[in-house]
C-alpha cells in the first residue's frame, strides 16, 4: 500500500514539473506586447553619443610642421635661382697660362715693389695691368722701374708681295714693317725656291735700306727698322726660267745690338 502511494507521489510531481516548464515558454506575440514603449526607446542608442575608438594610423607631423618645411624648401629655391655659378677652374687656369709675363718691376718710396705691365703713362700716373687687377699708381710715389723683359722687334711681311718671272732670274719685291717694341739690326729678307720634291733649288736674300745709324762699337749700318716702321726689298734669284719652281718660302732675320 505504501509502496502504492509512492509512486501516486512521483507521478504527481512529475507532472508539476511538467507543467512548470510549459509555461516558461511565453508566447512570442505576447512578448512584444507586454515590453512598453519606453522600454523600446531605452533600447535604441543615442546618437549623439561618440565612441572612441583605436586610431587606424599615427599622425607623424602636425599641420604647422608641414608650413615650416615647405617655407624652408621654398627659400631653399630661391637660393638656388639666385646662387653664383660654380667658379670654372680649367677657364681661371687657361687665362693663367695665356696671360704674358709681368714686363715691370716699379719700386715705391714706401719700399712695396709691384710686378705688372704699363698699359698707360700719363701726365702724372701709370695704369699698371698686375694679376690683382689694373692699378693706378702716382708717379711721385715711384722710386725707380725696371724692366722685366727687354723689348724686343717684331718684323713681318705686308702682304704677299710681288714676283716677276725673267728668263735668268726671278726677282721679288715687297715690303715689311716693324711691329715690335725695339730697333731691328741687320735687317734682310730671304727667299728660297722648291722643287715639287722639296728640295731646294735655290736661295738668295737682301738686306733693306734705312737710315745710318752708328753702334757703340763703331760699326756704322743702314739696314735696320725702327719700332711701327715699314721698309720695302728687292730680291733678285738667278734661276733659268727652265728649271721648274714647285713653290717659294720666305723669312725675315734680324739682329739686336747696342
Not at 4 to 32: A, E, R, T
Not at 99 to 105: D, L, V
Not at 153 to 180: C, L, M, P, W
Request: charged fraction near 30%; proline fraction near 4%; include cysteine.
Amino acid at each position: 500500500m505504501i509502496r502504492l502511494f509512492s509512486n501516486i507521489f512521483i507521478f504527481i510531481l512529475c507532472l508539476y514539473i511538467v507543467g512548470c516548464g510549459g509555461k516558461n515558454d511565453p508566447d512570442p506575440d505576447q512578448k512584444v506586447d507586454d515590453i512598453s514603449y519606453a522600454e523600446m526607446l531605452s533600447m535604441i542608442p543615442d546618437s549623439t553619443e561618440i565612441i572612441e575608438s583605436e586610431k587606424f594610423y599615427v599622425l607623424e607631423k602636425s599641420v604647422d610642421d608641414i608650413k615650416k618645411e615647405i617655407e624652408i624648401l621654398q627659400a631653399h629655391v630661391v637660393e638656388y635661382q639666385y646662387k653664383q655659378p660654380e667658379t670654372d677652374y680649367s677657364k681661371k687656369l687657361k687665362e693663367f697660362i695665356d696671360r704674358p709675363p709681368p714686363s715691370h718691376k716699379i719700386f715705391l718710396k714706401n719700399g712695396s715693389i709691384i710686378e705688372g705691365t704699363i698699359k698707360k703713362d700719363k701726365q702724372f700716373s701709370l695704369l699698371v695691368d698686375t694679376d690683382l687687377g689694373k692699378l693706378t699708381i702716382n708717379k711721385l710715389d715711384i722710386e725707380k722701374i725696371d724692366d722685366l723683359i727687354l723689348p724686343s722687334a717684331d718684323i713681318v711681311f705686308i702682304g704677299h708681295g710681288y714676283e716677276e718671272i725673267s728668263k735668268d732670274y726671278r726677282k721679288f719685291t715687297g715690303k715689311i714693317i716693324n711691329q715690335g717694341d725695339r730697333r731691328g739690326d741687320f735687317v734682310r729678307v730671304i727667299y728660297n725656291l722648291w722643287d715639287e720634291n722639296t728640295i731646294l733649288i735655290k736661295s738668295d736674300s737682301s738686306f733693306i735700306g734705312g737710315p745710318q745709324i752708328v753702334y757703340h762699337s763703331g760699326i756704322i749700318t743702314d739696314t735696320i727698322l725702327e719700332p711701327n716702321k715699314s721698309a720695302q726689298f728687292k730680291i733678285e734669284v738667278f734661276i733659268p726660267d727652265s728649271i721648274n719652281v714647285a713653290y717659294v718660302t720666305r723669312d725675315i732675320r734680324w739682329d739686336l745690338y747696342e
